[in-house]
């Protein structure tokens, strides 16, 4: 797509095409101040200001535009998206007002994944301008860190798998002169037992590592974010029916996030010491796989029994968060595409948020609703931990009821976050199976903005 810092640019008066946003309260004080032309033209397309609607109308040698919007006073980052997608390459400006929280969507809804098309759609940008001039860097980073977990998770496994991953961690290593470390072979195998078991079937241009990232002044609050990054998800030996294979490049999505929001952390030099960690495998099927019923060591020492060879996500973010723990943060944020059942309790669009402190929970659902990235949390009950009984190891991976999916998986990971720290899960989709105004369908980031804006509200 186009260089996305051009697309918002600051309003110096330049020439450009009028937008105007009209909501059903306002649409009929708007048609009195238009010529009888415009009336006309908005007749003619029977616009009703509703949401997502738009008109375009004569204005003297050339043309504007009517978009309806839920509420002028009140606008969402998604109200102005459908223009940015649909109107012809330009510059815009709102009329009456600045474009606020829309101009993300601006942005966003120019997206286009055509890493793989041979005649990519080659349409010129849709630039809008903005009064607020100061606002751009960091509205412009924020929907780059959206677009990159669409990147990652759109792009096949053969083409993003564990060493993509880590080159992705490069990046930012080079970028914010980041140390990193990344643990592969015999000594992934002593370090991160889970990690290596669930990746050790995949062919070796796949083989699992553990990536880590620190960053910042050790003497800021140390926080670690930790994202599940299973690149491809056969199932293993408890192998999934081809038809639920089809969306399993997205099993990295976790890992998606948490570099997106590492990225966001570091640009904006939040006083923070950061802690990336993904755990990058493939579940693959061979000889060497792991099997239901072996019992695999962990980092943290607690054994566990194999229920099902398809719930290692939670595996390897065992080991993961149980490494993340050791460094004693104040603050733990996972990202994983965990289970089935939290799609079926919250859908598509609402990432299940677990946490330990309300507080916590509070100001992550606050910073979801506010952005526009909302989540919804399910509890951490302790009566489920007996699903997770073992009769010959210390747990089980796999729930023995067909009762709270969701929450069961959060508790096997609770067990592998040390005692007394503030840890949030988010089970995330990563995936958008259709496309809204400004959110197309295919990857995305659902609870980045959420997690971010929870993070500047708390150090910021």
Partial sequence: ????????????????????????????????????????ALQAHKFEAEKNEYAIIPDGEGWAVAAGVADTGA????????????????????????????AFGWITGQYRFDRYLSDPDEEGPRVLLTGEPKAIGALTAEAEA???VRDLVNTPAEDMGPAQLETEAESLHKAFRAEIKVT???????????????????????APRMIELEWGDPKHPRIAIVGKGVCFDSGGLDIKPGSSMLLMKKDMGGAAHALALARLIMNANLPVRLHVLVPAVENAVAGNSFRPGDVLKSRAGISVEIGNTDAEGRLVLGDALARAGENQPELVIDF?????????????????????????????????????????????????????????????????????????????????????????????????????????????????????????????
Wanted: proline share 6%.
């Fill in 75 to 102: 606008l969402s980052s998604w109200c102005m998206a459908k223009l940015a997608e649909k109107l012809p390459a330009g510059t815009y400006r709102r009329e009456g007002g600045g474009p606020g929280p829309a």
């Fill in 146 to 148: 959206v677009m990159l």
């Fill in 336 to 460: 994983a595409t965990l289970t089935g059942a939290a799609r079926v309790a919250v859908g598509p669009d609402l990432p299940a948020l677990f946490a330990r402190e309300d507080a916590t929970a509070d100001a992550m659902l606050a910073a979801g609703k506010t952005h526009d990235d909302p989540c919804w949390r399910l509890p951490l009950h302790e009566g489920y931990r007996e699903y997770l009984k073992s009769d010959v190891a210390d747990i089980n991976n796999a729930g023995s009821s067909g009762f709270a999916g969701a929450s069961t998986a959060a508790l096997f990971l609770d067990k592998f976050v040390p005692k007394g720290v503030d840890w949030v899960h988010l089970d995330t989709f990563a995936w958008r199976p259709n496309a809204k105004p400004g959110r197309p369908k295919g990857g995305d980031a659902l609870g980045l903005r959420a997690a971010w804006h929870m993070l500047k509200g708390r150090y910021g």
């Fill in 1 to 40: 797509m186009s260089d996305k810092n051009a697309l918002i640019q600051p309003d110096r008066g330049q020439k450009a095409i009028s937008i105007h946003l009209v909501d059903k309260e306002g649409l009929e004080a708007f048609l009195k101040d238009r010529t009888p032309a415009q009336r006309a």
């Fill in 184 to 206: 592969r072979g015999d000594l992934l195998e002593r370090e991160f037992p889970m990690v290596h078991a669930v990746g050790r079937a995949a062919a070796r241009s796949h």
